[in-house]
């Protein structure tokens, strides 16, 4: 079945570091991937997308590239900063009507 | 805002006793997505509405039900409530059909906590 594997947090990182959150998935044929956001307070809210392989998604300074060959779409970011503190949510589409949601990894960035 | 609302925000019950969650999608919108979310379980589909009808069934308990009206709003209803159903519930809202376009719209959730 669908599944989708995310990097276990939370992750801590100071101010202009580097980010990578990894993520996996497994999946029947070729679905669209997707990173979605939730900050403090609030509903998630799509941050990038990709719907083929190899296709890079980008974002706010954030990017994922669609990789079928490790099946994997991991986020990154070259420097964050103390506003991008959030969860981060990898997605998977299943199908007309579903999405498989990573259980979401906690960022924490300090000045 | 994403202009999808949930009301109520915040929820207190007892064991036993039942509670419903209600969801206005944004406007124009026709399908409707309920999500619960829990510390120990991450983000986990309940039921999804198209324009009044049931399209898709995740792992959403017995106890559990739900409806989507003519004026397309939504309710969540939980009966005979258990501790372990204390969680943050999302409603998120798309135009039609997900397909590959993946886009939900999400309200800020309710969060229920049962004692």
């Known amino acids: 079945g669908n599944s989708v594997t995310q990097m276990e947090g939370p992750v801590t990182l100071s101010e202009e570091a580097f980010l990578t959150i990894n993520c996996t998935y497994t999946?029947?044929?070729?679905?669209?991937l997707f990173w979605y956001v939730q900050y403090p307070g609030e509903g998630l809210q799509l941050l990038l997308k990709?719907?083929?392989?190899?296709d890079k998604g980008s974002n706010k300074g954030f990017e994922a590239t669609y990789r079928k060959e490790t099946t994997s779409f991991h986020l990154e970011k070259g420097s964050v900063q103390v506003s991008d503190s959030a969860v981060y949510f990898c997605?998977?589409?299943?199908?007309?009507?579903?999405?498989?949601f990573g259980t979401g990894t906690r960022l924490t960035v300090i000045p | 805002d994403s202009g999808v609302t949930q009301t109520p925000k915040h929820l207190i019950t007892a064991t036993g006793q039942r509670v419903t969650l209600r969801c206005s999608p944004r406007?124009?919108?026709?399908?409707v997505y309920w999500y619960q979310q829990s510390l120990d379980q991450g983000l986990q589909f309940l039921i999804q509405?198209?324009?009044?009808?049931?399209?898709a069934k995740g792992n959403i308990l017995e106890r559990f039900s739900a409806q989507q009206f003519p004026d397309l709003h939504s309710e969540l209803n939980l009966s005979s409530l258990e501790l372990g159903d204390s969680a943050l519930y999302f409603c998120?809202?798309?135009?039609?059909?997900?397909?590959?376009?993946?886009?939900?719209?999400f309200g800020e959730g309710s969060r229920l906590t049962v004692l």
């Open positions: 998120a809202s798309s135009p039609g059909e997900l397909g590959r376009t993946g886009e939900l719209f």
């Open positions: 999946a029947t044929g070729y679905p669209s």
């Open positions: 990709a719907t083929k392989a190899d």
């Open positions: 997605a998977l589409g299943g199908g007309a009507n579903n999405l498989f």
């Open positions: 406007s124009g919108d026709l399908s």
């Open positions: 509405y198209y324009n009044g009808e049931e399209r």
